[in-house]
């Protein structure tokens, strides 16, 4: 039985959670104000507000702490993690051109890493960005430069982000939609996403045998009675699709019946998908191990009404049974449920439904297709895997519809993209 | 589509039985007696028929010793466990209703993140009552969840999902570990609460919990035998797990669904991890071999009842499990005799098994 927290210990907590309505800290005593200090630290709760507040106080300690951990006015909380942040990119398709409101909120959680920002080819005006990140942008002309006409595929709309994944030389990326923010937890503490999802692809999955309570490697969790012991060092965790806050990843007639549905809905989970069971892999908050499986998120099917709604494409739901059908071939794991991010209102749910529903009907050809596809022992790595189910596609789908046979042909030129343009040794320039 | 019902849940009061085995007693159901007060148990008191259980007043009851075990199946009996938890079986095959949950008897009411104390028998029967989703995974977990639904991708065609077998609630407090880890870990708690609840997708299995558990009897029934444990055998402790390799083998045949998650209840009592460790010794070597065993199983087509499937299932165990350990010998054979008395119980012309209510409300 543990020992219930003392009355002080909550009213700091309860300090952390309101420290926007807080405007003076000095009457506060010094060991008070260090335990604020570092819970408000711990929480990534540290804005350069809040920070002048602390140093307005005048007290050594709290100056000391800030030059030790060798805070900066320009805010990077410091946060207890065993990241190394060089190994990670964070890649953003800019769907908007307004990245001011993105950037400045997810700034506590993304000012730590390099950025990949690819610009939608299709966006006329010019994207506007805020200062302070460490970043590379590609726009039309980039993408013109160093893909060309060579391809068949199309970076527009969502599928810029692919471009992104192709030019990135990191072994992690962290991939957020444009109109998603940080989401708040039950307690109230800022979500740190990337934290999360590179959590969960350092830690195994467990693809072959469920654990009912969930991911076994998170804290205070582990394998249950009747878990065999030789499957609990798991597999490699390639990919990991988180979930949203408020407005959920469905689709256009479910969204159009259910106006006002928001999600609120905050499953404290990951669990690992097993191995063989499909899922719609949303790409609206994902990480993968770029190493691995980065040839196997494929920009391939591009519905013919596709729009810059997420109601109107399919690319992410195709390129994720892509995924989990090569990591299930592969013995790799993918992971889903946290992080959450909280996903902005926008658009018309049945502005989009009178304009594309192609993509619903598709996908009654789509699943039972991956279902099915199996892959050849000789497929090894997943620029094989791609190949492979390309070839499957073209056979089994290519005279259902003309996107099927696209499809195909895109996933083809992408693995010739990957070897040409996708692992060159030196960094690409903007 | 899913529909997001603001109905209340129906309470089932007469189409469902809660099965307790119990060898100490019944203290526990003061607490849950808000939540059960309504419904039918049936009491299997396993250990010393001489020893009287007090059942509190107010409960609707029928209570069976080892002696009545033995009476009404007679030399079948010996297909029933003794000095283990797996005896409750024998409560599924007694009972009349549709719809059964289990419980034991160091479990209790668990209360949620806000503080209100969590009905269990009233989410297991939602879940019962809505249809599971075996064949595609949906991210957002239930689709039929109240604020929930399939997400983008989700094929329509399978938006109707598949009857629900079986509900899998969990434990706040005490977690279900095996000896070893218990060893290892013996101040862990499980603290966090989940606030899902999911269907295990068709070809996967897992460690199903008997602790607190439901399913629809007439879909699944007699694949819930809990095997040979306990008293004069070589293992014990395995008796759930033995159960859901079983039924999800079934279940998957068969296209129905069982969901895992909410209801939590909280589990108060940690048994002894060194007497645990003796008594799943042997399982934790066998389940090595189980395992593939049950991921590799193919049912004939021509099973298309549970009883079939089972005893199609018994037989493979034979072959295949005997060569590991006799004691699947015998394990298979206790499967037949299990199908062999249910059919005699629950056959229109059979044998009455329940005696008259010991308690009436």
Sequence with gaps: ?430 | MATSSAKPTPLLKDELDIVIPTIRNLDFLEMWRPFFEKYHLIIVQDGDPSKTIRVPDGFDYELYNRNDINRILGPKASCISFKDSACRCFGYLVSKKKYIFTIDDDCFVAKDPSGKDINALEQHIKNLLTPSTPHFFNTLYDPYREGADFVRGYPFSLRGGAPTAVSHGLWLNIPDYDAPTQLVKPLERNTRYVDAVMTVPKGTLFPMCGMNLAFDRELIGPAMYFGLMGDGQPIGRYDDMWAGWCMKVICDHLGLGVKTGLPYIWHSKASNPFVNLKKEYNGIFWQEKAIPFFQSVVLPKDCTTVQKCYLALADQVKTKLGEVDPYFIKLADAMVTWIEAWDEVNSPGGKPAAKTPNGTS
């Design chain 1, 1 to 430: 039985m543990r020992t219930p927290p003392s009355l002080l210990s909550l009213t700091i907590d309860s300090a952390v959670i309101n420290l926007s309505n807080i405007t003076d800290l000095s009457p506060l005593p010094d060991h008070i104000l260090i335990d604020l200090f570092l819970r408000t630290l711990r929480a990534g709760k540290l804005t350069e507000r809040v920070l002048k507040l602390f140093i307005a106080t005048g007290k050594d300690e709290v100056h000391s702490l800030i030059q030790a951990l060798n805070i900066q006015v320009i805010v990077t909380p410091v946060l207890p993690t065993k990241i190394k942040d060089d190994e990670i990119d964070i890649v953003i398709g800019a769907v908007s051109s307004d990245m001011t409101a993105f950037m400045n909120e997810w700034r506590p959680i993304f000012s730590r890493f390099h950025l990949i920002i690819v610009k939608d080819p299709d966006l006329k005006e010019e994207l506007k960005i805020p200062e302070g990140f460490n970043l590379d942008v590609y726009k039309k002309s980039d993408i013109d430069r160093m893909v060309g006409s060579s391809t068949s595929i199309l970076f527009s709309g969502y599928s810029c982000r692919y471009f992104g994944y192709l030019v990135s030389r990191k072994k992690y990326i962290v991939s957020v939609d444009d109109d998603c923010l940080p989401a708040r937890d039950n307690k109230g503490f800022l979500v740190d996403a990337v934290a999360q999802h590179i959590t969960n692809l350092r830690t195994p999955a467990t693809p072959f045998f469920f654990n009912t309570l969930y991911d076994p490697f998170s804290e205070g969790a582990d394998f249950v009675r009747g878990y065999p012991f030789s499957l609990r060092s798991g597999v490699k965790c390639a990919l990991s699709c988180g979930l949203w806050l408020n407005l959920a990843d469905h689709d256009a007639p479910t969204q159009a019946l259910k106006t006002r549905q928001r999600n609120s809905r905050y499953v404290d989970a990951v669990i690992t998908v097993p191995a063989r069971a499909l899922a719609p892999i949303s790409g609206i908050n994902i990480a993968f191990d770029r190493e691995v499986v980065g040839p196997a998120l494929v920009p391939a099917l591009r519905l013919a009404g596709e729009g810059k709604f997420r109601w109107e494409t399919m690319e992410d739901i195709w390129s994720g049974m892509c995924v989990k059908v090569v990591c299930d071939h592969l013995g790799l794991g993918v992971k889903s449920g946290l992080p959450y991010v909280w996903r902005t209102d926008r658009g018309d749910a049945i502005a989009s439904l009178k304009k594309e529903w192609e993509g619903v009907k598709l996908m009654e050809e789509v699943v039972p297709f991956f279902q099915s596809v199996r892959l050849p022992r000789t497929a090894t790595t997943a620029e094989d895997c791609v190949i492979e189910v390309a070839k499957a596609v073209k056979e089994q789908l290519g005279s259902t519809d003309p996107v099927f046979a696209r499809a195909a042909g895109a996933m083809l030129d992408w693995v010739k993209l990957w070897k040409s343009v996708g692992s060159s040794s030196s960094p690409p320039g903007v």
